[in-house]
């Protein structure tokens, strides 16, 4: 079983910062890609930036280079940190990763983490 868990959300005020981590753990062979989402109320999930287990990154238009992606590979964790934060970037943030089990060795299992809170004040 594989789980992610997210950390390092919380109420911040706008122009202020966080860093999100997710950690990967449990019966894991490798880790490929990871990716941080995030859903605001009554909007779909949406795909903040994800990066390959190379470090190859890449971003959505709308984060206009206030978030930046990175890994540590020895961790099996994720970070966003996210700078000038505003308002609009309040949502639940999600951690996504594809992982090779070592039951099924070629095979890549999506999972999730559970999501932890970003809200910003104005």
């Known amino acids: 079983q594989v789980q992610l868990v997210e950390s390092g959300g919380g109420l911040v005020q706008a122009g202020g910062s966080l860093r999100l981590s997710c950690a990967a753990s449990g019966s894991i062979f490798s880790v490929n890609n990871m990716a941080w989402y995030r859903q605001a109320p009554g909007k779909q999930r949406e795909l903040l930036a994800r990066i390959t287990s190379t470090g190859r990154t890449n971003y959505a238009d709308l984060l206009k280079g206030r978030f930046t992606i990175s890994r540590d590979n020895a961790k099996n964790t994720v970070y966003l940190q996210m700078n000038s934060l505003n308002p609009e970037d309040t949502a639940v943030y999600y951690c996504?990763?594809?992982?090779?089990?070592?039951?099924?060795?070629?095979?890549?299992?999506?999972?999730w983490g559970q999501g932890t809170q970003v809200t910003v004040s104005s």
């Open positions: 996504n990763a594809y992982v090779e089990l070592p039951t099924y060795p070629g095979r890549l299992n999506e999972y």
